[in-house]
Nanobody, 125 residues
């Protein structure tokens, strides 16, 4: 079974930075599509960023220019560098995996088969 474990969430002030990590294991998860989602209380889970095996990336407009997704395939680790954090970034952040070489254009949660338990990011104004 594919396993994903997030870490790095914390409480920071507006304008601060955090780096989230996701350790992956199981059936070659890092060889396929990996993504970060987030979910705030009372809201639906939304896609934040995705990355393919060779490094092609995509971001939701609200984090473009502030967040950077990357992966270390040799260590099977997924990262999300978050800079210039804003209160609206407050959410539980999840890493996710899809068994396809290309990431889907639609960031529906149902398109991803494997999920971590999440790590909390809180940004104060």
């Amino acid at each position: 079974q594919v396993q994903l474990v997030e870490s790095g969430g914390d409480s920071v002030q507006s304008g601060g930075s955090l780096r989230l990590s996701c350790r992956t294991s199981g059936y070659n998860p890092v060889g396929y599509c990996l993504a970060w989602f987030r979910q705030a209380p009372g809201k639906e889970r939304e896609g934040v960023a995705s990355i393919e095996k060779l490094g092609d990336t995509r971001y939701v407009d609200s984090v473009q220019g502030r967040f950077t997704i990357s992966r270390d395939n040799s260590k099977d680790i997924l990262y999300l560098q978050m800079d210039d954090l804003k209160p609206e970034d407050t959410a539980m952040y999840y890493c996710a995996h899809r068994s396809s070489f290309r990431c889907p254009l639609i960031w529906a949660a149902s398109y991803f088969s494997d999920w971590g338990q999440g790590t909390q990011v809180t940004v104060s104004s």
